[in-house]
């Protein structure tokens, strides 16, 4: 069976490695300590330049929820535009409405401005209260695939809720499992029924500048002062190799 690896990408630098290892797209977004933002313009212009394999581009306006309010709508637009600008490949977003259900018009919405690229849904999906009645609505949306754990922290925990997804989409939407997927236990998930998968592969890069233990510039315990995450080439060409040989 053919494979699709999608990498996760927070830097123009992670996109370069998960290439080199073998994938075959990236997401690029920044800010993954709010589980992604939309990257900024220099590192669009950069990755376009310096990839030759496909590039998403996440456009997600803050982290937090997923209810979004007129003026982020439009930021949300912008971006869309822009991202087609730099000659993305395809577009990843989402909204919902207050009560945790698919917001079908803008959605509609983002997807026709979208067009041509295809659009993936992100995991909004998984707080959506209803994942199989969420599923009909972004097929009515005209939604390309859905990024989901099957409703859990992990892709690993959530497989059986993945599975019927799959089952249930026949082909009119792609499922695309992500979330604490790795090396170590992709092939867990082979029994879904799925063909594409998302992860960071990512490492912690240990910083050499010298940490000023009386100051805290983000102003939090649980975000490194210094050191930073990229996704690892050594890490996902385990991944590519672990694909292969099911």
Known sequence: MDYTLEICSNSVQSAINAQLAGAHRVELCDNLWESGTTPGPGSLKLARQKLDIGLFVLVRPRGGDFYYSD???????????SVKNIGA???V??????DLTINKELTTKLVELSHPLPFTFHRAFDVAKDMSQSLEDLIDCGVTRVLTSGGQTSAIEGRDQLTLLNQQAKGR?????????????IDQLSGTGCTEFHLTGSERCKSPVVENENLKLNGSDDIPENDYMVSSEKRIRGVVQKLNSL
């Open 71 to 81: 003026l982020e709508v439009e930021i949300m637009m912008e971006d869309i535009k």
């Open 89 to 91: 490949d395809g577009i």
């Open 173 to 185: 939407i792609g499922i695309m499992p992500g979330g604490g997927i790795n090396e170590s236990n």
């Open 93 to 98: 977003c989402g909204a919902l409405n207050k």
